[in-house]
């Protein structure tokens, strides 16, 4: 199994910044693609962003696309995720997720395993 851990929410005013970490432990050799996903209160789980193993390919939804940066420290076993210009719709749990396959998913069925999330507010 594979263990993942998000870290760095908090609360923020408007355009301000947060950087989010994932640290990922256990079978962490199967683990390819990684992705950021959120959830507001009475909504959806909501595609954020992912990254390939060699951190080539970098699809972002287009609701936060030139705001958030993803990127992958592989020997760390780490995912980031840099917000910047944050808004108030940003506000949501944000959850980490680890794909076995090395593709860039953008649904959460393709995700194999998932972190408890942290809580990001933004006030305006």
């Known amino acids: 199994q594979v263990q993942l851990v998000e870290s760095g929410g908090g609360l923020v005013q408007a355009g301000g910044s947060l950087r989010l970490s994932c640290a990922a432990s256990g079978r962490t050799f199967s683990m390819n693609a990684m992705g950021w996903f959120r959830q507001a209160p009475g909504k959806d789980r909501e595609f954020v962003a992912c990254i390939n193993w060699s951190g080539a390919a970098t699809p972002y939804a287009d609701s936060v696309k030139g705001r958030f940066t993803i990127s992958r420290d592989n020997a760390k076993n780490t995912v980031y995720l840099r917000m910047n210009n944050l808004e108030p719709e940003d506000t949501a749990v944000y959850y980490c997720?680890?794909?076995?396959?090395?593709?860039?998913?953008?649904?959460?069925?393709?995700?194999?395993?998932w972190g408890q999330g942290t809580q990001v507010t933004v006030s305006s």
């Open positions: 997720a680890a794909s076995l396959w090395d593709s860039i998913p953008t649904t959460a069925s393709r995700y194999a395993y």
